[in-house]
């Protein structure tokens, strides 16, 4: 059958945003590029989830009620460092995208984003994950 197997081997891009048309429609390009995708109204819902661990990138809203984008990748910056985070929001000022990037996260998108340059970080994102990289050559 192999399904299964293949299920596992196949990265998990989880997307975490308030907005429900985004969520569906970011799971569904993600899901066409090939990987699997799984998708949380907020911040809470996702570490509530269990799904940490097997996430093989995070792609977050900056601005959400409760615990926003940024928040969230504090408290895993503590749990699961080695996450890579891809932000996404409509509604971010300059300064919040320095603290993220410093933070770690590997890219900051404006919304709205285009399929070609999400397709192109979570290509580079997960090819590294999955060579066991963490080389961090910026071109």
């Known amino acids: 059958m192999g399904t299964s197997q293949q299920m596992r081997e196949t990265p998990l891009v989880v997307v975490v945003d308030d907005d429900a048309s985004v ?3 970011t799971c569904r390009l993600v899901r066409s590029f090939g990987y699997r995708a799984q998708a949380f109204a907020s911040a809470e819902d996702f570490l509530d989830s269990g799904k940490t661990a097997e ?15 940024l928040d969230l990748q504090r408290r ?9 985070i891809v932000f996404i ?3 971010a000022s300059d300064e919040q995208e320095r603290r993220a990037l410093r933070a770690g996260a590997v890219a900051f998108l404006r919304k709205p ?3 070609d340059a999400l397709f192109r970080v979570l290509g ?16």
């Open 89 to 91: 929001t409509a509604r």
């Open 23 to 25: 969520r569906q429609s």
């Open 113 to 115: 984003v285009g399929k």
């Open 55 to 69: 996430t093989g990138c995070l792609i977050l809203d900056v601005c959400m009620p409760g615990m926003d984008g």
């Open 124 to 139: 580079q994102v997960l090819a590294e994950s999955a060579s066991g990289g963490g080389n961090e050559d910026d071109d």
């Open 76 to 84: 895993l910056l503590d749990s699961a460092p080695a996450t890579p």
